[in-house]
T-cell receptor
């Protein structure tokens, strides 16, 4: 069973700061997912990657397969980025995701 | 397209009552999932259906049953609700094509269930 660990659990930063959230997993995966959940809201998929780096707007996700580690970066953070960010591992096929416990991010104006 | 829809949005039950959570997707996805989200525990897989006609247990299946009614619909049933089943329940779907290892999951809005 894959164990997915995220850090930090909570992060408060000032608007404009560069944000990094880390994720590590214990066994090989087919893909690593980054998800976003706003308070009281649904869950949205941000990235799905199995190697290298992906970028979407101010968000960047990287993965190092050898080290079993992924990072989510937010550049020029904004209060609307305040949310819970969740990483999840998929082992391939249709077996569902194994989730980290999430990082609660607050960006203060 | 509505994506993944769930009903109801909120529900309060008494211990021992039964209920069914409904989930439907209009993206012609093959696979569907039920997760529960609890404070401090994160999201955990209850049951999944890899394709129409199949269902399998996930990490926390006890106390639940599921039905994949057709390709669109996947329901979760609590036969005798317990306070430990108080949680937020999310349904998700993915295309899960064999030719692709990329299986982005699309989530419904969630059902907040309280069992007294």
């Amino acid at each position: 069973k894959n164990e997915v660990e995220q850090s930090p659990q909570n992060l408060t930063a000032q608007e404009g700061e560069f944000i990094t959230i880390n994720c590590s997993y214990s066994v090989g995966i087919s893909a690593l997912h980054w998800l976003q959940q706003h308070p009281g809201g649904g869950i949205v998929s941000l990235f799905m990657l199995s190697s290298g780096k992906k970028k979407h707007g101010r968000l960047i996700a990287t993965i190092n397969i050898q080290e079993k580690h992924s990072s989510l970066h937010i550049t020029a953070s904004h209060p609307r980025d305040s949310a819970v960010y969740i990483c999840a591992a998929s082992g391939g096929g249709a077996d569902g995701l194994t989730f980290g416990k999430g990082t609660h991010l607050i960006i203060q104006p | 397209n509505a994506g993944v829809t769930q009903t109801p949005k909120f529900q309060v039950l008494k211990t021992g009552q039964s209920m069914t959570l409904q989930c439907a997707q209009d993206m012609n996805h093959n696979s569907m999932y039920w997760y529960r989200q609890d404070p401090g525990m994160g999201l955990r897989l209850i049951y999944y259906s890899a394709s129409e006609g199949t269902t399998d247990k996930g990490e926390v299946p006890n106390g639940y049953n599921v039905s994949r009614l057709n390709k669109r619909e996947f329901s979760l049933r609590l036969e005798s609700a317990a306070p430990s089943q108080t949680s937020v329940y999310f349904c998700a779907s993915s295309e899960n094509r064999k030719a692709s290892i990329y299986n982005e999951q699309f989530f419904g809005p969630g059902t907040r269930l309280t069992v007294l």
